[in-house]
């Protein structure tokens, strides 16, 4: 797999700019452990690979306004946990995974 092939495949994927790079970064410590295991004297093809658009400010990812939010937490009904999952998530800037995959024991009052 060339640099080149990777990157296509990836960007193809409609994956956003960041998470192309997280993927980068994966194949990239391989060949790097793949080069100083076997002692290849070679450059990895992945080194200085940049990806466009990817590591935007913080600023460019605004949150919702309070107003936005309660807009949405309103759209969902009479779905109260949806509901509670939807403020926590805006309330604590949490991923999707950490809120719907907390268990009781996961938190300490």
């Known amino acids: ?9 990836i ?3 409609a994956l956003p700019p960041n998470s192309v790079t997280r993927y980068i970064n994966v194949v990239r410590a391989v060949v790097n452990h793949a080069i100083q295991e076997r002692g290849i004297a070679a450059i990895n093809p992945f ?10 400010p913080a600023k460019d990812r605004l949150p919702l306004s309070a107003e936005e939010a309660e807009g949405g937490s309103a759209s969902m009904g009479s779905q109260e946990d ?19 995959g907390i268990v009781v024991d996961d938190i300490d009052l």
């Open 82 to 100: 949806h509901q509670a999952i939807y403020l926590t998530l805006w309330g604590t800037r949490a991923r999707v995974n950490e809120v719907t």
């Open 11 to 13: 960007c193809l994927s």
């Open 1 to 9: 797999m060339s640099r080149t092939s990777l990157t296509e495949t």
């Open 47 to 56: 080194h200085n690979l940049k990806v466009k658009g990817a590591g935007q």
